[in-house]
């Protein structure tokens, strides 16, 4: 399956700022997962959005699925130095395998 | 919750040599596993979907001789990378989907590998 683009592919924040990585494919997406991946650990689910136009929060973090289910978003409001790790967005599940893309590595500055 | 376990965690071996990494579903029945692998500061690559009790499927650019995958029952996968060289040395995890209808997938604490 074709890979869904992430950016940015980088982003360095002092805590307590927001943080937002976007997600987008050019073609319709029936899902998207979301999964973070710690320095030196292993991706771990966060989230799945199925439903155009759906939004899903899980105390600061906040999902959106884009009305077209071409995009999503992931935003970190008050970001903590607990949030460092790269976040992965990611087409498929289950079964089905999941192609990553280069995802969006995120460092915080206490 | 779903656990994934894999072993070794690390594991050093010399060029030339075979290494065998289980990857295995500690609570829950896994109809599929996947197997990745991740160079340092780079995303995961998938390398293979293990279905139990049929052949592995392996994504285009990975050789099936070098990397073999046997997924003998619902709860254990086995990569085994043949005569094993430096480039092979990455870090692979595996990830398992169960049976009850999420679409979650579990993934394992990961193995690295260092050849030498």
């Known amino acids: 399956g074709q890979q869904v683009m992430q950016i940015p592919q980088y982003q360095h924040v002092q805590e307590g700022e927001d943080f937002t990585t976007y997600c987008n494919s050019s073609?319709?997406?029936?899902?998207i997962q979301w999964y973070k991946q710690r320095p030196g650990g292993h991706p771990v689910f966060l989230i799945q959005l199925v439903k155009s136009g759906e939004v899903k929060k899980q105390k600061r973090l906040t999902f959106q699925f884009g009305e077209a289910k071409k995009n999503s978003s992931l935003h970190i409001t008050a970001t903590q130095t607990t949030d460092v790790g790269t976040y992965f967005c990611t087409r498929g599940g289950g079964s089905e395998k999941l192609v990553f893309g280069k995802g969006t590595k995120l460092t915080v500055n206490p | 919750g779903a656990v994934v376990s894999q072993h070794p965690s690390w594991v050093i071996c010399k060029s030339g040599t075979s290494v065998k990494i289980e990857c295995r579903s500690l609570?829950?029945?896994?109809?599929?596993m996947f197997w990745y692998r991740q160079f340092p500061k780079q995303s995961l690559m998938l390398m293979a979907t293990s279905n139990e009790g049929s052949k592995a499927t392996y994504e285009q650019g990975v050789e099936k001789d070098k990397f073999l995958i046997n997924h003998a029952s619902l709860t254990l996968s086995t990569l085994t990378v043949t005569s094993a060289h430096p480039e092979d040395s990455s870090f692979y995890i595996c990830?398992?989907?169960?049976?009850?209808?999420?679409?979650?997938?579990?993934f394992g604490p990961g193995t690295r590998l260092t050849v030498t």
């Open positions: 073609t319709t997406l029936s899902n």
């Open positions: 609570d829950f029945q896994a109809t599929t």
């Open positions: 990830s398992a989907s169960g049976t009850s209808g999420s679409r979650e997938q579990y």
